[in-house]
């Protein structure tokens, strides 16, 4: 009588397989969460760029910023018409959703500053850095680094100032609207906001 001998692997080789397996996992996860954490910060610039790119078409045709005051991004003039002569939109993309690559909803903002005895206007998007939304700091100072060339996080396009609150300025002009300081009439012709280097 002959015995069937099936080969199978022993308890020590499957524990050693698993073993290697899990090595590789503990050493490949921090890779990969590197890598999505990259691609974020990719994507919120790439959605700075676009709103940039927006905003300026807007002005060409509009000649001045949209009045946007806390707007998601399906209620902006960007997307919806505003009833302004000239207005040629949408200038954004209407299936842009708006939330941020970390889960929090964005929104847009035209705020009137006064800096010395300058009037300035920025066109900024904001998102929040809550605890559901969690930014890392160190995606923070890469985006800083990337849009003004250091790490300032209170000046330049890239600001995180209000506790829980990022802004990123698209868009500035520093004469006002009309070139004139005053920011109460559209720029002369030519003499269009420029977006910051």
Same mark, same amino acid.
């Given at each position: 009588? #002959?015995?069937?001998?099936?080969?199978?692997?022993?308890?020590?080789?499957?524990?050693?397989?698993?073993?290697?397996?899990?090595?590789?996992?503990?050493? #490949?996860?921090?890779?990969?969460?590197?890598?999505? $954490?990259?691609?974020?910060?990719?994507?919120?610039? +790439?959605?700075?760029? +676009?709103? $940039?790119?927006?905003?300026?078409? %807007?002005?060409?045709?509009?000649? &001045?910023?949209?009045?946007?005051? @806390? =707007?998601?991004?399906?209620?902006?003039?960007?997307?919806?018409?505003?009833?302004?002569?000239?207005?040629?939109?949408?200038?954004?993309?209407?299936? +842009?959703?708006?939330? &941020?690559?970390?889960?929090?909803?964005? %929104?847009?903002?035209? #705020?009137?500053? &006064?800096? @010395?005895?300058?009037?300035?206007?920025?066109?900024?998007?904001?998102?929040?850095?809550? =605890?559901?939304?969690?930014?890392?700091?160190?995606?923070?100072?890469?985006?800083?680094?990337?849009?003004? @060339? &250091?790490?300032?996080? =209170?000046?330049?396009?890239?600001?995180?100032?209000?506790?829980?609150?990022?802004?990123?300025?698209?868009?500035?002009?520093?004469?006002? $609207?009309?070139? =004139?300081?005053?920011?109460? @009439?559209?720029? !002369?012709?030519?003499?269009? !906001?420029?977006?910051?280097?």
């Amino acid at each position: 009588m #002959l015995l069937n001998k099936k080969k199978a692997f022993t308890l020590i080789e499957l524990i050693v397989v698993i073993a290697i397996l899990a090595i590789l996992a503990v050493a #490949l996860i921090p890779l990969i969460n590197n890598f999505i $954490e990259k691609s974020r910060i990719s994507t919120i610039m +790439t959605t700075a760029a +676009t709103l $940039e790119t927006a905003a300026v078409a %807007f002005n060409a045709d509009v000649a &001045s910023f949209p009045d946007d005051e @806390g =707007d998601t991004f399906s209620e902006t003039e960007l997307v919806v018409d505003p009833s302004k002569a000239n207005w040629d939109g949408p200038y954004l993309n209407r299936t +842009t959703d708006g939330v &941020s690559p970390w889960g929090s909803e964005m %929104f847009l903002d035209k #705020l009137n500053m &006064s800096v @010395g005895d300058e009037n300035r206007i920025e066109y900024i998007f904001t998102f929040e850095d809550t =605890d559901e939304a969690n930014v890392p700091d160190a995606s923070i100072r890469d985006i800083d680094k990337k849009m003004d @060339g &250091s790490v300032t996080l =209170d000046s330049g396009k890239f600001q995180s100032v209000d506790e829980g609150l990022i802004d990123i300025v698209i868009i500035t002009d520093a004469f006002g $609207e009309d070139g =004139d300081g005053n920011g109460d @009439g559209p720029p !002369p012709i030519g003499d269009l !906001p420029k977006p910051l280097a």
